[in-house]
């Protein structure tokens, strides 16, 4: 049996179905199918993320995009409602407070002037600053750090990706529950998708939404795609003390923590990281993690895990940065890959990018060039040095 759509997205996790809001947002008759093979979206990274939002990048096309997301998300109770129903990201404005060594101090300053110079609102604060602010913090070995006042924060990012399904589709993008199992090529085109019960889509133009399992979809079209599933365990941990006004701490040893409700979570990055390895949390890291987090902050000597998870990281080993729009080799194949652990703060904004640059020719409301996927092709990599292991 052979459907047609005339835009087909593979992966309906926060990429897909935040795209299929604009495609349809943009354009209310087109016929947009949305292939996901997993609806519980038990493995994808949205439903796994820490989804945090911070504006502390040193490129300035990721400054911008989460400046706009953060707004995106302030409205989102009126965006993305579906017959007065508001969805509730519970988004929590808070910063980031990105600690720096005396070594790592020049890096930090060097980032600040560039998000200041691009209106991102961050403080520096001298290690008595620090102490004066948060008083909980051991800053022994800290010579200053760099905090976000406003437009930095978290959100429940499973309720954002609900909710951009939810009104995709009473805009009319259809969500087929199947998994894709090739790529049909004619020529420099797409044809045809085939599924795994054996049939086959036809379709107009094709989106790579697979997260980190898109290397495998760009292969089957003969493009080589940098994107790697990377394990990455979330600790829930339970602290008794009271650490009022707490931001996303990262500290210079490499690890976040962050309020959650009422305990905390963080994380660290793995010594070994193989692609795709199992989804079990890497209870081990712990034992590095903790010392260095009850030397930082001396009320989590007390602290417990009370649960894990892990999740993928859709880690582009070209530059760490997004991977969008069409790749020279195939003419209606568009990619939205590669976020490396910031995607789904940046999902609002470079969906809507997408989306024009498929429906429009280019880019109407944010200049997104310095991340298309020319790039790769140009062996031209985009360095951001606020990459989050
Ligand atoms: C532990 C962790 C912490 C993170 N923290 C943050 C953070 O604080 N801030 C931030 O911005 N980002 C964070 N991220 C990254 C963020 O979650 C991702 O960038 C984002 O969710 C990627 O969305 P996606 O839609 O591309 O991928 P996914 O959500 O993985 O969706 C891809 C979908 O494609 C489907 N699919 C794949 N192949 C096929 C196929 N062949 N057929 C049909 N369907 C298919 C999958 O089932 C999946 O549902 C974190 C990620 C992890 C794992």
């Not at 707004?71 to 579906?82: H, I, M, N, Q, Y």
């Not at 520096?124 to 620090?130: E, I, S």
């Not at 006004?245 to 962050?258: K, Q, S, V």
């Not at 890497?282 to 903790?290: A, H, I, K, V």
Request: net charge negative.
């Amino acid at each position: 049996m052979t459907l047609r759509t005339d835009i087909a997205i593979i992966g309906g996790g926060i990429m897909g179905s935040a795209l299929a809001y604009w495609l349809t947002q943009f354009e209310p008759k087109l016929d947009v199918t949305v292939i996901e093979r997993d609806p519980s979206y038990a493995r994808a990274s949205s439903a796994l993320s820490a989804a945090s939002i911070r504006q502390q990048f040193t490129t300035p096309v990721n400054i911008r995009v989460c400046q706009a997301s953060f707004a995106f998300l302030r409205e989102v109770g009126d965006l993305l409602s579906v017959d007065g129903e508001r969805p509730e990201i519970s988004l929590v404005e808070r910063g980031y407070l990105y600690l720096a060594s005396p070594e790592q101090t020049p890096t930090l300053h060097q980032a600040h002037e560039i998000q200041r110079a691009h209106n991102a609102d961050v403080a520096l604060l001298d290690a008595a600053g620090l102490r004066a602010r948060f008083p909980w913090l051991n800053t022994c070995g800290v010579a200053c750090g760099a905090l976000g006042l406003s437009g930095e924060g978290w959100f429940d990012a499973y309720a954002l990706l609900s909710a951009f399904k939810r009104k995709a589709r009473a805009q009319g993008a259809k969500y087929l529950p199947a998994e894709v199992a090739g790529l049909t090529l004619a020529g420099r085109r797409v044809s045809q998708i085939a599924l795994g019960d054996g049939s086959k889509l036809a379709c107009g133009h094709v989106v790579n939404a697979a997260g980190p399992w898109a290397r495998r979809v760009a292969a089957w079209a003969g493009i080589e795609l940098p994107v790697f599933a990377r394990r990455r365990t979330v600790f829930v941990v339970a602290c008794k003390a009271k650490l009022d006004g707490m931001p996303l701490l990262i500290d210079p040893t490499g690890f976040w923590i962050r309020p959650e409700g009422e305990h905390f979570i963080g994380g660290t990055t793995p010594r070994v990281d193989t692609d795709e390895a199992p989804l079990e949390p890497e209870y081990e890291l712990w034992d590095s993690l903790w010392p260095d987090l009850a030397a930082r902050i001396p009320a989590f000597a007390e602290a417990k895990v009370v649960r894990a998870w892990a999740g993928y990281y859709e880690m582009n080993e070209f530059d760490h940065n997004a991977l969008i729009g069409a790749h020279p080799a195939v003419d209606n194949l568009y990619f939205i890959n590669g976020f490396s652990g910031h995607g789904v703060q940046q999902a609002p904004i470079v969906t809507r990018g997408l989306a024009e640059l498929m429906l429009r020719g280019r880019f109407e409301t944010l200049d997104l060039s310095d991340v298309l996927i020319q790039r790769l092709v140009d062996g031209k990599p985009l360095r951001e040095l606020g990459v989050i292991g």
